[in-house]
């Protein structure tokens, strides 16, 4: 393990006390700080101040050990310590915001007591807080002397422990390489590889797990409640579900990019809260899909709109890449309001092409959407020749993102394909 000075924990509750007695237990030598004399009076007796699993096993023994102590004196603490992790509470507010009265109190306390040292502090956060944080409150807050990183805490009350010494994720977010590097330095013994990120990227992490563990339990409990309405054993549904590992639980998906659409999720989302309404049942996470989806296209149609162009080359009108299937795609909605609002436009979509395309899609196109019928293109030279900005509404195979990088036309990928 890389030696490396003094660690004080800042805050002894549930992440701050894990923190500092797991720390010692790597074999740092950790300083606990809490304003609170009777965490720090039981963690000087050797015991947790509340009830997590193994943890006063691990207190008594990096006490005895001389690897963890702690004090109620906050400048005391951080005098040589070279790494500070911040974990004091952020409670929510009674407007849902984040109170950071905590915080900046503790990164006041740290600037002043730097004040009086000449060797610079990494002071991590810890606590979870929202992106920019760390820049706007804490760093100002700290001064010069201090190094600012975002460190976010993902251990579970109850398993906290376990979660530390086995965590998922390691995150550490920051702009100075060296200090990033010394805070994952801290998890080495762990074996999991850190991801280091940017400082507000660390911030969103956070808050994109915990959304995410949120949304998998509401999603989880209203196929339950559906189940229990219709007499199905829900659990044995998402059992089942859970074992497609590549599209169920994978990163399928995860990605974000445009709108969802085709003949498939569209209409099985209206008939389940169909369905779900006529049972007398309120599933409001399911409910909001398609209005999430509706936003999401419409942020979409404002960022077309915005462009300032005459010409626009619009590349992909089916739902996804390799189908010609024009059936509920978010490009035509997308199309029919930029037409609507008179806006010049070319399409090319490779597998939808005039000169080949034959039966019930090209049916679809001569019949229900002749006006965007009349905007395809058979070659994608054509339209790139001809357009001022290109859109990218369909992720492109490598051959056609090189061809739109190679055209130097200024893009908006709608598809997150990053061309
Ligand atoms: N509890 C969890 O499971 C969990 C998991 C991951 C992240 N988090 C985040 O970690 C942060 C801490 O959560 P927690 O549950 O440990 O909070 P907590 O309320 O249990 O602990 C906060 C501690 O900070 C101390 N403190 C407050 N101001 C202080 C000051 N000026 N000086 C010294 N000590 C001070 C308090 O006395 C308290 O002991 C929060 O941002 C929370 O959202 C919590």
Redesign the pocket.
Known sequence: MESSGTVVV???????CVSAACLAELGHRVIG????QL?VDAVLAGRSPFYEPGLDELVSKNLSAGRLCATTC?PDGIQDAEIALI?????SERNGNLGLE?LR??AG?IGEALARRERRLIVAV????FPGTCEEVVAPLVGERATVVCN??????GG?VRDFMEPSLVVVGGSEPEAVRRVAALYAPLGVEPSLVSLRTAELI?YACNAFHALKIAFANEIGALGAELGIDAAEVMATLCRDVRLNISPAYLKPGFAFGGSCLPKDLRALTYRATRLDLKLPLIESILPSNDEHLARAIRAALDLPAERIGVFGLAFKENTDDLRESPVVALLETMIGKGRNLRVFDPQIRMDRIYGSNRQFILNAIPHIGRLLDNRFEDTLAWAQHLVVAQKPSPAYAAQIAQSGLPVLDLTGSQI
């Open positions: 800042v805050g002894l509750g549930y992440v701050g700080v809490d304003r609170d965490k906050l974990c004091v509470g952020t409670p905590q109190r503790v306390e810890r606590s979870t807080v976010p805490e993902f251990l579970r009350e906290a956070k």
